[in-house]
């Protein structure tokens, strides 16, 4: 992104470097570092490995945020938001927020309408219904 352009998520123009960047929803991040904590307990023999306050509160920030709780459904969500060849960023905020109604999807992530790839009302409804269903039946 040139130097001149400013960077505004709603028309995805958020960096070519953020573009490029595998996000990650919360319920992704808490199964990283749920295997991280499980990994720093084993050694916890040790005194001088302990867990950082840090480490504690992000754990439960992105746990206490997660809305899918296991590994299927984790990886269906993922499935689901992908097919809409939607940008890593707007899947991941769907993906952390789960909007309810096709018009709270848009006032989160207005890129889904914007020029070249605008989604219909009726793709978004399908996918929102989608991600209820996965939510529903965890």
Known sequence: MSGEEEENAAELKI????????????CEVARILDHKYDQLQQMSADPTNQISQVFEKSMQYVKRF??????????????????????EFELCVLGNLCPDT????????????????KLEDDAIEKMLHDLSLIKKFE
Not at 103 to 117: D, L, T, Y
């Open 15 to 26: 960096g070519d470097e953020f573009l490029k960047a595998k996000c990650l929803m919360n």
């Open 66 to 87: 997660s809305n899918y709780k296991n590994t299927d459904a984790v990886r269906q969500a993922r499935e689901v938001l992908s097919r809409y060849k939607l940008a």
């Open 102 to 117: 096709v018009e709270e999807a848009i006032a989160i992530v207005p890129s889904i309408k914007s020029k070249g790839r």
